[in-house]
């Protein structure tokens, strides 16, 4: 009796563990910092951490979660839609913080194009500059790109070299096909915890309104601890070290 009690414990403790699945949508100047954060927490998790990587904009990823997709958690690129998901009772009870803040870049493909202070925007040396076209993009064409625009009094004049595209991965793709010379984009889609191709101007923070990019836990992953690990994982010293590598700046 006593042995087959054992012999059955012992075949308990030896069946796999299954790990549950947490779903994370994340707009595209995210991912990357994002991909490194998940292999570090699964190196001590037996959660699997899958990144949804289409329609990464962040009204897109609202649309999703509106549509009832398979997402837990939404890193979304500004506060806005965020907090429409909190008004709308789609959020899980302490699901919305506010997990870093993104740095706006001139870039160029090409090294010594673009001088530490951006002074090639005074210049004719080039024919035209790739920036995201959404109006609501944080990073694009109606918030920070114009902003800056506006604040160096280059918007006029430059208006009609500005060629608009939908994602910062389309603008990497224009400028690396020599399309166009100059780039508006997010820091971290550069990847700057490597070296960065070509010459880049980082743009002082106080050209353009703080880019505050918050993270979601979504209501049909209130009781999900494996979610909610990860949720919670986002605010540690290990994710923000990531952060900062990939050119962040922490709330």
Same mark, same amino acid.
């Given at each position: 009796m006593y042995?087959?009690?054992?012999?059955?414990?012992?075949?308990?403790l030896a069946m796999?563990?299954? #790990?549950?699945?947490?779903?994370?949508?994340?707009?595209f100047?995210?991912?990357?910092?994002?991909?490194?954060? +998940?292999?570090l927490?699964e190196k001590?998790?037996?959660?699997?951490?899958?990144i949804h990587?289409?329609n990464?904009?962040s *009204?897109s990823?609202?649309? *999703?979660v509106?549509?009832?997709?398979?997402?837990?958690?939404f890193?979304?690129g @500004?506060?806005?839609?965020?907090?429409?998901l909190?008004?709308?009772a789609?959020?899980a009870t302490a699901g919305?913080f506010?997990y870093?803040?993104?740095?706006?870049? =001139?870039?160029?493909?090409n090294?010594n194009f673009?001088? #530490?202070k951006g002074e +090639?925007?005074?210049?004719?040396?080039?024919?035209?500059?790739?920036v995201?076209?959404?109006?609501?993009?944080?990073?694009g064409?109606?918030? #920070?790109?114009r902003q800056?625009?506006e604040? =160096?009094?280059?918007w006029?004049?430059?208006n009609p070299?500005l060629?608009?595209?939908?994602?910062?991965?389309?603008?990497?793709?224009?400028?690396?096909?020599g399309?166009?010379?100059?780039?508006f984009?997010? =820091?971290?889609t550069?990847n700057?915890s490597?070296?960065?191709e070509g010459?880049?101007?980082i743009?002082?923070? @106080?050209?353009?309104?703080?880019?505050?990019?918050q993270a979601v836990?979504?209501k049909?992953?209130? @009781?999900?601890?494996?979610?909610?690990?990860?949720f919670?994982?986002?605010?540690?010293?290990?994710?923000? @070290?990531?952060?900062e590598?990939?050119?962040?700046?922490?709330?």
């Amino acid at each position: 009796m006593y042995q087959k009690f054992w012999i059955f414990c012992c075949s308990l403790l030896a069946m796999p563990v299954l #790990a549950d699945e947490v779903h994370v949508g994340a707009v595209f100047s995210s991912q990357g910092s994002l991909s490194e954060i +998940v292999r570090l927490f699964e190196k001590t998790s037996s959660d699997k951490i899958i990144i949804h990587q289409e329609n990464v904009t962040s *009204q897109s990823l609202y649309q *999703q979660v509106k549509d009832k997709a398979d997402l837990d958690i939404f890193l979304s690129g @500004n506060v806005s839609y965020p907090l429409q998901l909190e008004q709308e009772a789609l959020l899980a009870t302490a699901g919305r913080f506010s997990y870093a803040f993104g740095k706006l870049v =001139l870039w160029s493909k090409n090294p010594n194009f673009v001088d #530490a202070k951006g002074e +090639v925007l005074n210049s004719e040396q080039f024919q035209s500059i790739a920036v995201l076209d959404r109006k609501d993009a944080p990073y694009g064409y109606g918030i #920070a790109t114009r902003q800056v625009l506006e604040k =160096l009094k280059l918007w006029e004049k430059l208006n009609p070299k500005l060629i608009f595209l939908d994602s910062s991965a389309e603008i990497q793709k224009q400028v690396q096909e020599g399309k166009s010379e100059l780039a508006f984009l997010p =820091l971290a889609t550069l990847n700057p915890s490597k070296r960065v191709e070509g010459s880049l101007w980082i743009i002082p923070k @106080n050209y353009y309104k703080p880019i505050e990019q918050q993270a979601v836990l979504l209501k049909k992953a209130e @009781n999900n601890a494996a979610a909610r690990a990860f949720f919670n994982y986002l605010k540690s010293p290990q994710a923000h @070290n990531i952060l900062e590598k990939y050119g962040f700046s922490l709330p």
